[in-house]
């Protein structure tokens, strides 16, 4: 249906950030596609979709973020939109989730919003978003606390054997 897969997908600057809401089977065939689209770009050199970070997974709860699924392209420069809180003090996960809860509560605004309402509304409040700094940072910075698509596919979408210490003896 057309609401298996809900969220949004921000552009800026030649960084995104997609937050997607569905079943977990519709999410892990959603990163196989962008898993497939990554190896497509990483044997061709241009531009395309590469460096997938994946900064949360969680089952779908009752209720979604985004009852539709939206996306915006934000024309914003180096250090524009919303200032991040970090004045040097944040650690790492702090910074994540400095990002994620500030993406929570832009779809948190959209809920009214008519689909697809997302560009209307944050036309008007490019300060409500994710900086480009903030997205560089998770780039460049965040790689030990948070998946690559290849580490994430390994640990929760492939079926792996677990072997105990103890069966080994």
Not at 26 to 47: I, P, W, Y
Not at 146 to 169: A, Q
Request: hydrophobic fraction near 40%.
């Amino acid at each position: 249906s057309d609401k298996e897969l809900t969220g949004l997908l921000y552009f800026t600057a030649g960084l995104c950030l997609h937050y997607l809401e569905g079943n977990t089977e519709t999410l892990f065939r959603a990163l196989h596609f962008f898993g497939d689209l990554q190896k497509m770009v990483e044997k061709k050199t241009g531009s395309g979709l590469s460096d997938i970070r994946i900064l949360a997974f969680s089952e779908l709860h009752g209720t979604r973020a985004m009852p539709y699924w939206d996306a915006f392209v934000n024309p914003a420069t180096k250090g524009a939109a919303i200032p991040s809180a970090d004045d040097g003090t944040l650690e790492p996960g702090e910074k994540l989730f400095e990002v994620y809860g500030g993406l929570l509560k832009v779809m948190a605004r959209l809920r009214d919003e008519e689909a697809p309402g997302a560009s209307h509304y944050l036309k008007a409040h490019l300060e409500d978003l994710p900086t480009l700094d903030q997205l560089a940072w998770i780039q460049t910075h965040a790689g030990p606390h948070v998946f690559t698509y290849s580490e994430f596919k390994t640990t929760f979408i492939d079926h792996s054997k677990l072997v105990i210490d103890s069966e080994r003896l």
